[in-house]
């Protein structure tokens, strides 16, 4: 069965873009959570979206948006980017019987410069 | 809210060395706790994991029991081994499916040959 998968690997920008980051869930699951890993700190939570809906959201300015497809793959869009954002975004899915447990992707690592 | 708090570290241990990673939380309800892992460059593994108190969590030699009188969750292991170098996350679901994950700030271990 294949994992959480995310699109790109390493991402580079300058400030002011925009930046698009993908993330697929494990067959069968519903949920997508997106999460910001900046260095040296722990995980931030971004946004939920479960069955195409946005759930909950973080602590995060409105820049920071995402919507999630019918077949419960997402988009994370970061508008006017800043030197802030550089950081790692984890994307992880839920569902069926594990609905309770996360799986994660291997992250989208976003510079900005 | 739900938080969660574990020693920070970084903790160095040599390597067979006993391990114990503190983690303590705060949750309405009865969560579900878990143990992630990050090896360097990648992103979140579970480790493990326990979904009601007194229950034992165990996986690669490493074990943590669900306290609920201490609210404690705390992550131990035997003998460490310089394979198990990383950053470990102690982490809480609510007891509503779907609900985001709340983490842990993450303890990073080294173990030395």
């Known amino acids: 069965e294949a994992g959480v998968t995310q699109s790109p690997t390493h991402l580079i920008k300058t400030r002011g873009q925009q930046a698009t980051l993908r993330c697929s869930p494990i067959s069968g699951h519903t949920s997508v959570y997106w999460y910001q890993q900046a260095l040296g700190l722990g995980l931030q939570f971004l946004l939920w979206y479960d069955e195409g809906e946005e759930r909950n959201r973080g602590n995060f300015p409105p820049r920071f948006s995402g919507r999630q497809f019918p077949n419960y793959s997402s988009e994370l869009n970061v508008n006017a980017l800043e030197l802030e954002d550089s950081a790692l975004y984890l994307c992880?899915?839920?569902?069926?019987?594990?609905?309770?447990?996360?799986?994660f992707g291997p992250g989208t690592r976003l510079t900005v410069l | 809210g739900d938080s969660v708090t574990q020693m920070e570290g970084p903790v160095t241990l040599s390597e067979e060395a006993f391990l114990t990673i503190n983690c303590t939380y705060t949750a309405t309800g009865y969560p579900s706790l878990f143990w992630y892992v990050q090896y360097p460059g990648e992103g979140l593994q579970l480790l493990l994991k326990?979904?009601?108190?007194?229950d034992k969590g165990s996986n690669k030699g490493f074990e943590a029991t669900y306290r609920k009188e201490t609210t404690s969750f705390h992550l131990e292991k035997g003998s460490v081994q310089v394979s198990d170098s990383a950053v470990y996350f102690c982490a809480l679901s609510g007891p509503n499916y779907g609900q985001n994950f709340v983490f842990g700030p993450g303890t990073r271990l080294s173990v030395l040959p």
């Open positions: 326990a979904t009601k108190a007194d």
């Open positions: 992880a899915s839920s569902g069926g019987d594990s609905s309770n447990e996360q799986f």
